[in-house]
């Protein structure tokens, strides 16, 4: 059995190799120069990783410490830009009130206050030993 993808969905993945992964690294960079122009939240979060982020390297806590603390930072981008992409696509499937739409929307903002609650007490916790 082919591991391609059916159809023309084969045609339409482009480049392999190396060059494929550079097509990665410029629709990601895209992505984020997207995200940073277009979502005041991902700003937002972006600015406190930038305040956060230095700090937990200058705090006085284990090494294992300070990347739970960094990899809670980076947790709220990541699911923000995950919500961005969820909200974007509803906006363009529909601009008309569907109660799925509210619902995805909702579930999205949820996660991203979930990982923004997770920071202070991870902080906590490392902090308290």
């Not at 591991?3 to 097509?23: C, H, I, Q, Y």
């Not at 990601?28 to 930038?50: I, K, T, Y």
């Not at 529909?94 to 909702?106: F, M, T, V, W, Y």
Request: glycine share 6%.
């Amino acid at each position: 059995m082919s591991s391609e993808p059916p159809g023309d969905a084969f045609k339409l993945k482009g480049k392999t190799g190396l060059a494929r992964v550079m097509n990665a690294f410029g629709y990601s960079c895209a992505g984020l120069r997207a995200a940073w122009r277009d979502e005041a939240a991902f700003r937002q979060e972006a600015l406190l990783a930038a305040l956060l982020i230095p700090l937990a390297f200058l705090m006085p806590v284990s090494g294992i410490g300070k990347a739970l603390m960094i990899a809670s930072v980076l947790l709220v981008l990541i699911v923000e830009l995950l919500n961005s992409a969820v909200e974007a696509l509803a906006d363009r499937v529909s601009s008309e009130r569907h109660d799925l739409i509210k619902k995805a929307k909702d579930i999205g903002s949820a996660a991203v206050f979930v990982a923004l609650v997770n920071v202070p007490v991870v902080w906590l916790l490392v902090w308290l030993g």
